[in-house]
């Protein structure tokens, strides 16, 4: 079979009818301009959940402070909870074997007044033990030790946008002003790439614009910190990713103990939510396949109608292929040919305009999104996958028509 | 004359359409056989099976009853594939309406046959040039259908049926869509390519065109009532 000349042949015959096959085949593009969008949406969605847990660590376990009203606070206090303490950070440390690391914050609230600057910076309190939890790197002095902490130094680390903000006062040996007391300077953080994130419950910190003082160090002149409780946050470090699961049990089930059952803490799990994003991502790809799966069909219902109107206005032409020595399977391929170059092109057509749209998208309601290789190779496929099907029954048709009354026909 | 120097033997060929209940006879039993070169003439009324006995003939349709051998071979019994193979290498086909493809040059249409055939694409064009070049329209090789006159296209569709050089050419009423004048070139056309040694065998209700007929079945209501040879 002249498979170059029966393609070629297919092209003609659909570009005699340019309007009637740009109609017909509006059904795959539009369809295929879905696929593609959502798929480009879904991807960037899927990208973003996935960088901001990975940036949390699947390895990590996160246990927040809750706000508490008045009256949960009272109940909390009869139970003798003080909320999240430092206390608690140690005996998770001494219980859990498979703890590598933790790491007790304390969100400071005070104020560094720099005029240049609108958004307020990040005052942290930490131990030494958040260095490495958290992967910081020092670019110029050192990070807080272990003797900052038991001696209470009045010592600060900056994140590079602090320092940079400050000019010249942000150097290292130099002094920094938080509320009533001075710390001095003793090393400066490495940039650290950040991304802000819509969920608050993944939101990662941006160390950039952190100020870190030593655990303990806070408490005098400068106000405590916002939630109940003697620290905000306890950053974990399990030793294997298979451990998160049991590790985070242990944690919830110790804590519950020490807080006498009150629900003043969160505990994050970034495997448990990759899990739940997974689960979602799932929901998702079988909501964007039904609705695939319905463009597509009407789609194919427009082509196979096309065809059929095609089959039955080029009657004589297939009488006279007929005459000339076509067998059934060439017409059969000819027509199938045509219904599949209508919806590829369809489809190529969709897969621009989705592309195009994917990036609107992404400009205009500022959302990311990607367009992986394989939703092209998927598109493609579906929509040939579509011609072939609503090709066959005309092209079947087609085959069948006896040659002698296809002549025949006026 | 015997059977190998026959390249038609139809023997008692019958076609019975059914419409419905009825059935309707349109051949009723008929003897033909064509020699190699010969210039048969099928004439007769409308209605009379002359179109009907073309199509068996140039194996577009079987015979309900009869035995048809072409070129030595019983073609009674075999499947569509073989008989299309048959008609893409031994039949050429000349129709009343031209029956040209619009939207494709004469040199395309002339090609087309080759599209269903095992010669390469450089053969067939080589071919097809010499055909259209045959038939006097290497001038107008690249215009369309609609852009030639009712002879012209007629040449075309002749070009067509010889460009795959078959056993035998079958021509429908291929004068009826034309002028006086133009009818008698394609007649000399004919004429010309059965002294190059083309079997041909053309249905006709024009005694002009019998004329050059070396033998003539004459048909009415499904069966030959005359058999006479011309010239």
Known sequence: MKWDQIMRDAWRALLRHRLRSLLSALGIVFAVVAVVTMLAIAEGAKREVLEQIDRLGTNSIIVRTLQLTKAQEAVARRRLSHGLVLSDAKSLEKSIRTISCVAPLKEVKASLSIASVQDPFEILAITDSYQEAMNLSVKTGRFICNTDIVRKNLVCVLGQEVSALLGDSGHLREVLRLEDRTYRIVGILHERQWLRNKSPILAVRNYNRAVFIPMGTGTMGVQEHKGFGEISEIWIRVNRSANVQACAKAVRRILNHKHGGVEDFQVIVPQELLIQAQKTQRIFNIVLGCIAGISLLVGGIGIMNTMLASVAERTREIGIRRAIGAARKHIAFQFLCEAVVLTGTGGCIGIILGAGSAIIISKVAGWKTVLTIWSVIVSIIMAGGVGLVSGLYPAIKAARLEPARALRHE | ?231
């Open chain 2, 1 to 231: 004359m015997n059977d190998c120097e026959t390249i038609v033997e139809a023997l008692g060929i019958m076609k019975v359409y059914e419409m419905g209940p009825e059935k309707v006879e349109a051949l009723r039993g008929l003897d033909i056989s064509v020699h190699p070169g010969e210039f048969v003439g099928i004439m007769g009324p409308s209605g009379s099976g002359k179109s009907t006995l073309m199509h068996i003939l140039g194996c577009l349709e079987r015979a309900t009853e009869g035995t048809y051998l072409l070129g030595g071979q019983d073609i009674s019994c075999l499947s569509d594939r073989e008989l299309s193979l048959i008609r893409a290498n031994q039949i050429g086909f000349v129709f009343q309406t031209f029956n040209l493809i619009p939207q494709y040059s004469v040199f395309e249409n002339v090609e087309m046959p080759f599209l269903y055939r095992k010669e390469t694409r450089s053969e067939g064009k080589g071919r097809a040039e010499r055909a259209i070049e045959r038939v006097g329209l290497s001038a107008r090789r690249n215009h369309k259908p609609s852009e030639l006159s009712g002879g012209e296209m007629q040449r075309v569709a002749i070009a067509r049926a010889l460009a795959v050089e078959p056993l035998l050419v079958l021509a429908d009423e291929p004068t009826g869509n034309l002028d006086s004048e133009t009818s008698k070139s394609i007649i000399s056309l004919f004429q010309e390519l059965n002294k190059q040694g083309a079997t041909l065998i053309v249905v006709t209700h024009e005694e002009k065109v019998a004329s050059h007929c070396h033998t003539i079945y004459r048909l009415l209501d499904g069966r030959i009532i005359n058999n006479e040879g011309c010239t």
